[in-house]
């Protein structure tokens, strides 16, 4: 047994005995059933009112070694091993907000962990379980968009903040990869499991476009990121009988021509 479902059973005995709790949902990989090792542990805790203690609560799932709230508001707690677990602690208020999500993400009963007045599983139910991808045009415009940013701010002499707008080029790189290539399944964090999804010499391709922050570097990563964009642009276009906007392709050639060498 993986030491993560060890502490998911602990997490789902809390759970069932904590009766300010009014439901609780599992997320994630352990949910999905695609987990392995490395993954973390994911949870929505929904309390009747917001005095639960974080820090307190987490901690009697297994020793904590660390607990911080990250960007998105949830506790991140770190257990021995260096498990991570990520609690979001709500209150049955916030049971409609699930229905925003894009998607669930797995089967709703591997989902629930508690629901004692039934107000969960009717909301997970009318999410899809996998999100539907934006349109091709959207993702390659918005390709475009961090693209230019970085050009220009590489250009300004700021090439550390190119360097960090490459990531975001980099993540469209991979949802237009995606697109191209029908694998869809993993849209939210396109990142994932790529090199199983993806044909075999696209992360060849992709760590082209990467660089370290020395200013040539940068400005080499921008023309291959163009390149190889360019290329799953026209494919997309192609696929889905709309048309490259020409003006836009002839300005970035001129920008971002291929590496002389």
């Known amino acids: 047994m993986l030491e993560q479902e060890r ?7 809390l759970c069932a005995a904590d009766d300010r709790l009014d439901a609780a949902l599992m997320y994630g990989s352990f949910a999905a059933g695609t987990a392995d090792a490395h993954s973390d542990l994911e949870f929505w805790l929904f309390f009747t009112r917001g005095d639960a203690d974080p820090r307190a609560w987490c ?32 209150t049955t208020d ?6 925003t999500w894009p998607a669930r993400g797995a089967p709703v009963e591997r989902m629930l962990v508690v629901d004692r007045l039934g107000r969960l599983r009717p909301v997970l139910e009318s999410l899809p379980e996998h999100p539907a991808p934006p349109s091709a045009e959207d993702v390659c415009g918005r390709f475009a968009n961090w693209l230019l940013l970085a050009h ?27 697109l191209a290539h029908g694998s869809t399944t ?9 090199e199983v999804d993806l044909p075999a010499g696209f ?12 200013p040539a570097e940068v400005r080499r990563a921008l023309r291959e990121a163009w390149r190889l964009g360019r290329t799953y642009w026209t494919d997309l276009t192609d696929r889905h009988g709309t048309a490259v906007p020409d003006a836009l392709f002839a300005d970035l050639d001129r920008a971002l021509p291929p590496d002389p060498t």
């Open 186 to 194: 993993h849209w939210l964090t396109p990142s994932r499991h790529a």
């Open 203 to 214: 992360p060849a391709d992709l760590r082209l476009t990467t660089a370290s922050a020395e």
């Open 59 to 90: 901690g009697e799932v297994a020793p904590l070694l660390h607990l911080v709230r990250n960007e998105s508001g949830a506790h991140v707690a770190v257990f021995p091993g260096l498990v991570r677990g990520e609690f979001h602690f709500a």
């Open 7 to 13: 502490l998911i059973a602990r997490v789902r005995d």
């Open 94 to 99: 916030d049971i409609a907000g699930v229905g």
């Open 152 to 178: 220009h701010v590489a250009a300004r002499g700021e090439h550390l903040r190119a360097w960090d707008a490459l990531g975001h080029v980099h993540r469209h790189l991979l949802w237009m990869a995606r």
